[in-house]
């Protein structure tokens, strides 16, 4: 099972824009994506991604906003966040799905490996 391990969160003001990395300690061309999770509530998909970056996956709530990109080269997955609003506060978690699903996915049970997370705090 591919580690993952996130990184890039942190305090900033409303409208600024944080990019959260995600680097896999193997090489794998299955979907990934960006769940997160704010304080008392379940956790959202955010952004998905299939194996090879041609197909993604944005919730309503972040739509034009943010971005989901991944470097397979790198074994890395990347969350470009623009206009940041405090509605984003909460801890950004990178996932993906077993070796060999390569179909985007969206749901919590859709993913095998996840992060640690990592915290976005927004101000107003």
């Known amino acids: 099972q591919v580690q993952l391990v996130e990184s890039g969160g942190g305090l900033v003001q409303a409208g600024a824009s944080l990019r959260l990395s995600c680097a896999a300690s193997?090489?794998?061309?299955?979907?990934m994506g960006w769940f997160r999770q704010a304080p008392g509530k379940d956790y959202t998909i955010v952004a998905a991604?299939?194996?090879?970056?041609?197909?993604?996956f944005y919730a309503d709530f972040v739509k034009g906003r943010f971005t989901i990109s991944r470097d397979n080269s790198k074994n890395a997955l990347y969350l470009q966040m623009n206009s940041l609003n405090p509605e984003d506060t909460a801890v950004y978690y990178c996932?993906?799905?077993?070796?060999?699903?390569?179909?985007?996915?969206?749901?919590?049970?859709?993913?095998?490996?996840w992060g640690q997370g990592t915290q976005v705090t927004v101000s107003s």
């Open positions: 996932v993906a799905r077993r070796v060999g699903a390569p179909d985007i996915a969206i749901l919590e049970t859709d993913f095998t490996s």
């Open positions: 991604i299939n194996w090879n970056g041609g197909e993604t």
């Open positions: 193997e090489r794998t061309f299955s979907a």
